[in-house]
């Protein structure tokens, strides 16, 4: 079974805190693992990529940290804002643009 | 600003009937995928296309649910017959594959009620 273990469920962080969202996986194929945002009533948009080649990747306030050994990575959101307020999503795929796994998401809210 | 649609963006429907999703992938992209969004399963992948041929559809409920990709810019989701089971919103997602970018980008779903 190809799982993408997410955590927390639901996130409350204070304006300019930083926010953790980890992720597990199990299948070892897996060699690329984005991070969508989705804002209600929208689809989900990508905010974050990393391949397993690599431990960190940084963009902007969104960071990912990834732990091959341990089949884990996380999405760090420092500096975190009302407007990030939203659900997040881990995923994983084999080779891109095949199937795609999701996490079950984090609901994120950045209270002032 | 190239954008997938959808439609109809909401759908209202009694248990038995037959209800068609449309998508129109971003032009010049060769990959669509169709997911299912509820909240007790989350994102779900019910099928894909490159290059308008079906790569997987093992998501998908065999029975009731099709998929097709009539041409490049037109995909379609079909269930007969719809069951109150089937209530979830229906997201369509495009992306350019061999490109080296992966990006999928996301249409702004299809919310069905089976009653």
């Known amino acids: 079974q190809q799982q993408v273990k997410q955590s927390p469920q639901s996130l409350i962080v204070q304006k300019g805190g930083i926010s953790i969202i980890n992720c597990a996986y199990e299948?070892?194929?897996?060699?690329?693992f984005p991070w969508y945002q989705q804002f209600p009533g929208k689809g989900p948009a990508l905010l974050i990529a990393?391949?397993?080649?690599?431990s960190e990747k940084k963009e902007g306030r969104f960071t990912i940290s990834f732990n091959k050994s341990a089949k884990q990575f996380s999405l760090h959101i420092m500096d975190s804002q009302p407007g990030d307020s939203a659900t997040y999503f881990c995923?994983?795929?084999?080779?891109?643009?095949?199937?795609?796994?999701f996490g079950t998401g984090t609901k994120l809210q950045v209270i002032p | 600003d190239a954008r997938v649609t959808q439609t109809p963006r909401h759908k209202v429907t009694e248990m038995g009937q037959e209800v068609t999703m449309r998508c129109q992938p971003i032009?010049?992209?060769?990959?669509v995928f169709w997911y299912r969004q509820t909240m007790m399963q989350g994102l779900e992948l019910l099928a894909y296309?490159?290059?308008?041929?079906?790569?997987?559809d093992s998501g998908m409920p065999k029975d009731r649910f099709s998929a097709e990709m009539p041409d490049a810019t037109l995909a379609t989701l079909k269930i007969q017959p719809s069951e109150p089971r089937d209530s979830a919103v229906y997201f369509c997602?495009?992306?350019?594959?061999?490109?080296?970018?992966?990006?999928?980008?996301f249409g702004p779903g299809t919310r069905l009620l089976v009653l």
């Open positions: 997602a495009s992306g350019a594959s061999g490109t080296g970018v992966e990006t999928q980008y």
């Open positions: 299948n070892t194929a897996f060699d690329y």
């Open positions: 990393i391949r397993p080649d690599v």
């Open positions: 995923a994983a795929s084999i080779g891109g643009y095949q199937k795609v796994t």
């Open positions: 032009l010049g992209h060769n990959t």
């Open positions: 296309f490159r290059n308008r041929a079906p790569l997987d």
